[in-house]
């Protein structure tokens, strides 16, 4: 990943995008009309899988919620990895290996959280942790994770999940129920609605109101395209978080 700021650093595979190649039957969404808007009038659903350090994943779900202001759309919160998403590589330079030791503990605690309250907790945990770790600036050490736990109104034990395994083998199977989807060569956010899913798209700063529903609309119709793989660019702005 391609990072800079506090949580943007460089040689993180998360930026990379890939797909399944058997797409399967699915519901493709409309295509646009001459105002350029899709219109979908019946519920959608969207699952976006987080890991609450990654900028991109920050900027990704604020505008998922910028979009449910004016599109008839929903969100599931789902934890993947990036500590696990890296494990095993050998390329990584101790710097960078540290940020991913230390990303541990928020997505142990996400896990810990869903298991103990519900997945209903994990966007409004997110946000709290998000809040802290991208606006705020601060480290996911256990100070972090307590003041995002006790925003939340959760109990403040959740926060020695951070260090223990326990919760490990959950994790995991959430990490990979999101990466199933799209294959081993993306990073986070992993977002999947209309039986398309994807990785992204990367966007800096964060599009609000009809602008946000406008974006979604065009990733929709790219995303429910047969032999869509990959649309990018090089990236020229850091995330911004306004």
Known sequence: MQRQGRWSRPGLKVDAVGWRAERGDRPVPPALPPKGRAVIEMPVVVDFWFDPIGPWAWITSRRRLEV???????????????????????????????LLDAAWGPVRVCIAAEQAQGAAVLGPLYTALGTQLHLEHR????????????????????????????????????????????????????????????????VSPIPRGEAAGQLWDGVLLVAGADGSFELKRSRTLRPVFD
């Open 139 to 202: 480290l996911p050490g256990r100070e972090t994770l307590l003041a995002a736990l006790e925003e939340v109104g959760l109990p403040p034990g959740l926060a020695d999940a951070a260090g223990s395994t326990e919760y490990d083998e959950a994790l995991d199977a959430s990490h990979r129920a999101g990466l199933d989807l799209v294959g081993d060569e993306v990073g986070t956010p992993v977002v999947s609605a209309l039986g398309s899913a994807f990785f992204g798209p990367v």
């Open 68 to 98: 449910e202001k004016v599109r008839n759309v929903s969100s599931r919160w789902h934890v993947m990895s990036l500590s696990l998403l890296n494990a095993g590589r050998g390329d990584i330079p101790d710097g960078h290996r540290e």
